[in-house]
């Protein structure tokens, strides 16, 4: 089975920047559908932002459009997150997601059900 591992969660003020990374071990990664939750305590798990295989599209929560950008490196079989101008409303654990099935529909990339692999969590903090 896949093992997803989330790292570069912290702490950050509000406005400032953060990179988060999932590294998958094993081989395959390229043909894995990926995405980025996050929940607070408290709230549901949300969406956050979605890559897909092979040509790598891309799909935002409309709460991170404009903030926060998704990329992928086969070769290094990590996924990333890189997040701007940040805000407090951002503080939450963030999960990194996969699954090797196919998704077609924005409701499905949307929806943590479709994904069969999740890492630990990082935790991101923005302070005000």
């Known amino acids: 089975q896949v093992q997803l591992v989330e790292s570069g969660g912290g702490l950050v003020q509000a406005a400032g920047s953060l990179r988060l990374s999932c590294a998958a071990s094993g081989r395959a990664f390229s043909n894995y559908n990926m995405g980025w939750f996050r929940q607070a305590p408290g709230k549901e798990r949300e969406f956050v932002a979605a890559?897909?295989?092979?040509?790598?599209?891309?799909y935002y929560a409309d709460s991170v459009k404009g903030r926060f950008t998704i990329s992928r490196d086969n070769a290094k079989n990590t996924m990333y997150l890189q997040m701007t101008s940040l805000k407090p409303e951002d503080t939450a654990a963030y999960y990194c997601?996969?699954?090797?099935?196919?998704?077609?529909?924005?409701?499905?990339?949307?929806?943590?059900?479709?994904?069969?692999?999740w890492g630990q969590g990082t935790q991101v903090t923005v302070s005000s």
């Open positions: 890559i897909s295989r092979y040509v790598a599209a891309t």
């Open positions: 997601a996969g699954t090797p099935s196919i998704i077609r529909t924005m409701r499905q990339w949307s929806r943590s059900s479709e994904y069969d692999y």
